[in-house]
């Protein structure tokens, strides 16, 4: 399985961009898809993802803002980021768990079994 990431860029406070992460390999539609993101000198942190049945769950700094969405036919995963603030500055990571969830989606980074390379997201004030 390969992930890879795009959509980074600049943008300015209060603007919007829309990452998306292209999956390879044919089990992207049992998968969960996950967003991470890290920024200069912290940890990686989880922003949002989505299991097979398209159930979603958010970072209570990105609720309200951001929305992530799949496309199965396109192995994609998006993720919609409006109203940025600079401190959403960081390179943002996808991630595919392959595990069949009926529970909880995973948040925890061992969770994810692909990750992708990363695309960075700077947000100017």
């Known amino acids: 399985v390969q992930l890879v990431e795009s959509g980074g860029g600049l943008v300015q406070a209060g603007g919007s961009l829309r990452l998306s992460c292209g999956a390879s390999?044919?089990?992207?539609?049992?998968?969960?898809v996950g967003w991470f993101r890290q920024a200069p000198g912290k940890e990686r942190r989880f922003v949002a993802g989505?299991?097979?049945?398209?159930?979603?769950d958010y970072s209570d700094f990105v609720k309200g803002r951001f929305t992530i969405s799949r496309d199965n036919a396109k192995k994609t995963v998006y993720l919609q980021m409006n109203s940025l603030k600079p401190e959403d500055t960081a390179v943002y990571f996808c991630?595919?768990?392959?595990?069949?969830?009926?529970?909880?989606?995973?948040?925890?980074?061992?969770?994810?079994?692909?990750w992708g390379q990363g695309t960075l997201v700077t947000v100017s004030s």
């Open positions: 991630a595919l768990d392959l595990t069949l969830r009926t529970r909880n989606l995973p948040t925890a980074e061992f969770e994810y079994d692909y």
């Open positions: 390999g044919r089990t992207f539609s049992t998968s969960t």
């Open positions: 989505i299991d097979w049945k398209s159930t979603t």
